[in-house]
C-alpha cells in the first residue's frame, strides 16, 4: 500500500487519455470505457480496493455484454486499478447503462466509469438527463463537497471502506441463503430415498410432497442469509451470544415455513441445523467447512448441554427431550453440540468421495444418507418405529455402507445396484410409516458444507 502523489495522479490520467484516443483510432466508430475506483487520499489500492474493482469489472461486463467486445485489459498501479474496454455500441445507450450501475447500489458510488464516443468526446450524466453523483457522507451533489472540501480525506476514505465491506458482507450472505436453499432443494430431489420424500414418492408421509418442500425451501431462503448476516456481525465475538441471537429468527421462520406450506412442517430441523450453520460459515468466513461445523459446536453446545441436562432431570417437553430422558438418545441436540460429527467425519467426507469417483449428485447423495443412517440417532425413527425400529436401520445401512465402500475401492460400484436396494428399502419404511427425517436434515447440511467452499467465490460478482 503507497501513498500517490498529485504529479502521479497527473500523469496516469495522461497516460489514460492517450490509451482512449489509441483506441478510438485502431477502432473506429467504436466506443472507449474505462472502469477506475473513486477513492479519496494518497490511497488508491489496498486488498479491499481491489475486491471492489473485481467487483465492478465483472459488473461492467455483464453490463456491457449485448455488445461486440474489441478490446479489454485491466492496469494495476499504485495510482489506482483500472479497467480500459472498446466495444461496438451507442455512446449515450451504453452511458445510461453504466449510469443504472452506478447509482443502482452502494458500491456502485465507488465506481468512476467513463464513456468515451468515437468523436473522442466524453458522454456526461447531464447528456442522458441524471443529476451530478452525490456526496458519499451526506447526500449533496458529490462536485459541490468536492470543490468546497466539505469533509477529510480520511472520513471519505473511511467512508469508502466501510461501504465496502458492507457490500460484501451482504453479498456474502446473500450467497450462503441461496447455497442453503439449493442444499434443501437437492435433499429432497435425491431419489429413491427410504421412507422420505423424493421424486418418486412421499415416502411414509401423507401430508407432503416433493412440491411441498420446493415451497418451504424458497420460503426460508432470506432466513438462511440473515442468519449468515448475524454470524458475520458476530466475528471474533462471543460464539454462545450469536447462537441466542438465532433463536427469534428461527421462530419467524418457522412460522413463515408454515405459511408457505400450509401448517406442514417440512423443515423445522433444518431451521435449526442449516440456520446454525449459515450462521457459523459467517462466524468463519474463509475458514473452510472443517472450522464452521466445530464453530457450531462452539456455539450451541452450552444451550445444549442446559437443555439436555433439564430434560434428563424430568423436564422434557418434546419427543426429543424425551428419548434423552428415558432411552439416552441426544438426538440433534448432541448433533449440534458436538459440531455436527456424523456431517463432519461421515457424510461429508462421503459424499465427495463419491464426486470425485465421478457419481452424480444424486448418486453421491444416496451413499451420504445410507452413512448417515447406519450411526445416527434419528429421534424421528425412533418415534415412529421404537428402539427396534432404529436398530433395524443402523444394521441395514451398515450393510450397505459397507457395500459402498469396497465398491468404491475396488470400482466395482454400480449405481443400479444401489437403486434397487433403496427402492426396496423405501417400500419397506413406507409401509411402517417410518422417516429418518433426522438423516434427511442432515444430509441437506453435508450438502451445505459441500457447496459452502464456493460462496466466497461467488460473491466476487
Not at 208 to 225: G, K, P, Q, W
Not at 244 to 253: F, H, M, S, T
Not at 286 to 298: H, Y
Request: aromatic share 4%; charged share 25%.
Amino acid at each position: 500500500m503507497q501513498d500517490v502523489t498529485v504529479p502521479d495522479m497527473m500523469r496516469a490520467r495522461e497516460a489514460r487519455a492517450q490509451m482512449q484516443r489509441a483506441l478510438l483510432r485502431e477502432y473506429p466508430g467504436t466506443v472507449v470505457v474505462c472502469l477506475c475506483m473513486n477513492i479519496a487520499g494518497p490511497v488508491k489500492t489496498n486488498e479491499r480496493i481491489e475486491r471492489a474493482f473485481r467487483w465492478g469489472v465483472e459488473a461492467v461486463r455483464a453490463v456491457l455484454k449485448p455488445y461486440e467486445a474489441l478490446f479489454n485489459r485491466e492496469i494495476h498501479e499504485k495510482t489506482g486499478p483500472e479497467a480500459m474496454l472498446c466495444v461496438r455500441a451507442d455512446a449515450i445507450e451504453a452511458k445510461r447503462r453504466l449510469c443504472t450501475l452506478e447509482d443502482g447500489e452502494a458500491i456502485g458510488r465507488l465506481l468512476d466509469i467513463d464513456v468515451i464516443a468515437p468523436d473522442g468526446e466524453k458522454v456526461s450524466r447531464t447528456e442522458i438527463g441524471l443529476s451530478p453523483r452525490q456526496c458519499l457522507l451526506c447526500g449533496n451533489p458529490a462536485p459541490v463537497c468536492a470543490r468546497s472540501r466539505a469533509h477529510s480525506v480520511d472520513i471519505l476514505f473511511a467512508r469508502a471502506m466501510e461501504i465496502i465491506d458492507a457490500h460484501f458482507h451482504a453479498l456474502f450472505a446473500k450467497r450462503a441463503g441461496e447455497q442453503a436453499q439449493r442444499a434443501l432443494l437437492c435433499e429432497v430431489a435425491v431419489t429413491p430415498k427410504p421412507g422420505l420424500v423424493d421424486r418418486n414418492n412421499s415416502g411414509a408421509h401423507e401430508d407432503m410432497d416433493v412440491f411441498t418442500f420446493i415451497d418451504s425451501a424458497c420460503a426460508l431462503r432470506c432466513y438462511f442469509s440473515d442468519c449468515a448476516a448475524i454470524g458475520l456481525s458476530h466475528r471474533g465475538g462471543d460464539e454462545g451470544a450469536c447462537f441466542e441471537a438465532l433463536r427469534v429468527p428461527g421462530l419467524l421462520a418457522e412460522a413463515e415455513m408454515e405459511r408457505a406450506t400450509g401448517g406442514v412442517n417440512t423443515h423445522k430441523g433444518a431451521v435449526f441445523s442449516l440456520g446454525i450453520a449459515c450462521a457459523a460459515l459467517g462466524m468463519t468466513q474463509g475458514q473452510g467447512t472443517e472450522a464452521a461445523l466445530l464453530c457450531c459446536g462452539r456455539m450451541t453446545k452450552a444451550r445444549m448441554m442446559r437443555e439436555m441436562d433439564a430434560a434428563q432431570k424430568g423436564n422434557a417437553r418434546t419427543f426429543g427431550e424425551l428419548a434423552l430422558k428415558n432411552q439416552n438418545v441426544g438426538g440433534i441436540r448432541k448433533e449440534a453440540a458436538d459440531g455436527f460429527p456424523s456431517v463432519r467425519m461421515r457424510a461429508l467426507p462421503r459424499l465427495r468421495k463419491c464426486l470425485q469417483a465421478g457419481m452424480s449428485y444424486n448418486d453421491a447423495g444416496l451413499c451420504a444418507i445410507v452413512t448417515l443412517m447406519a450411526d445416527t440417532q434419528d429421534t424421528n425413527v425412533l418415534k415412529r418405529g421404537g428402539e427396534e425400529g432404529l436398530k433395524a436401520m443402523h444394521n441395514r445401512a451398515r450393510t450397505m455402507d459397507r457395500w459402498i465402500e469396497a465398491a468404491l475401492e475396488d470400482g466395482s460400484f454400480c449405481a443400479e445396484t444401489l437403486h434397487k436396494q433403496m427402492e426396496e428399502w423405501d417400500r419397506e419404511l413406507s409401509a411402517q410409516r417410518i422417516s429418518p427425517g433426522g438423516c434427511a436434515d442432515l444430509l441437506a447440511l453435508t450438502f451445505l458444507m459441500d457447496f459452502a467452499e464456493r460462496i466466497n467465490e461467488n460473491c466476487e460478482h
